[in-house]
């Protein structure tokens, strides 16, 4: 079985970035629900059930499957090379894919929220949720490239800087887009 390690690992990278993908389009859906409940009917009517659709169709048929088969690939590979839970870095690493499950929950709650009209995030928090992903991506990415070689006091100031620059751009998009009006 050590023989299909590297093969393993090919597909915990292919299916985590099958994954990412599901997730950063579905919360831009998520957006686009959210928004197109400040239309007029009919569109508000049309355009809210083609959204509820269409997250539904992405959320089962590729972001979830793609997060079962992340996990399932990345717990054979610690099962094929059980010495790597002993190295730090992967406790980082595990703690983050930690919080992107949860992140991910979270949205499937979301999406549930948005179907039934039920949903209190506006847009902008959506935008900003939606950075959250790509946190925790540069987070893993930088974690498992690093290794032992992560000074982590400077890596957390990093990532805290990173994310500050995420969330200040955010909020100079939504002042943009209020100028041209919408």
Same mark, same amino acid.
């Given at each position: 079985?050590?023989a299909?390690?590297?093969y393993i690992?090919?597909t915990? @990278?292919?299916?985590m970035?099958s994954?990412?993908? +599901?997730l950063f389009y579905?919360?831009r859906?998520f957006i686009y629900?959210?928004?197109a409940?400040? !239309?007029?009917?009919p569109? #508000?009517?049309?355009? /809210?059930?083609?959204y509820?659709k @269409?997250?539904? #169709? =992405?959320?089962?048929?590729?972001?979830?499957p793609?997060m079962?088969? /992340? *996990? *399932?690939? +990345?717990s054979?590979? =610690?099962?094929l090379v059980?010495t790597? =839970?002993?190295?730090?870095?992967?406790?980082?690493k595990?703690?983050f894919v930690?919080?992107?499950?949860i992140?991910h929950?979270?949205?499937?709650?979301?999406?549930? !929220?948005?179907?039934?009209g039920?949903? !209190?995030w506006t847009?902008?928090?959506? #935008?900003l949720?939606n950075? *959250?992903? /790509? %946190?925790?991506?540069v987070?893993i990415v930088f /974690?498992? %490239?690093?290794k032992?070689a992560?000074n982590?006091?400077? +890596?957390l %100031?990093?990532l %805290? @800087?990173?994310?500050?620059?995420i969330?200040?751009?955010?909020?100079?998009?939504?002042?943009? #887009?209020?100028k041209?009006?919408g």
């Open positions: 079985m050590e299909y390690y590297f690992k090919a915990h @990278i292919v299916f970035v994954w990412m993908a +599901g579905g919360v859906l629900h959210t928004e409940n400040n !239309k007029p009917e569109d #508000r009517s049309i355009l /809210t059930t083609e509820a @269409i997250t539904a #169709r =992405l959320w089962s048929i590729i972001a979830t793609a079962i088969l /992340t *996990v *399932v690939a +990345g054979l590979m =610690l099962y059980p790597l =839970l002993l190295t730090p870095w992967m406790h980082v595990l703690a930690l919080l992107l499950l992140y929950f979270i949205c499937q709650n979301v999406m549930k !929220k948005l179907r039934n039920t949903s !209190k847009s902008n928090q959506l #935008r949720w950075e *959250v992903a /790509t %946190i925790l991506l987070a /974690t498992v %490239i690093l032992s992560v982590w006091v400077y +890596g %100031i990093g %805290i @800087i990173f994310s500050a620059i969330m200040m751009a955010v909020k100079l998009y939504k002042k943009h #887009r209020e041209k009006g």
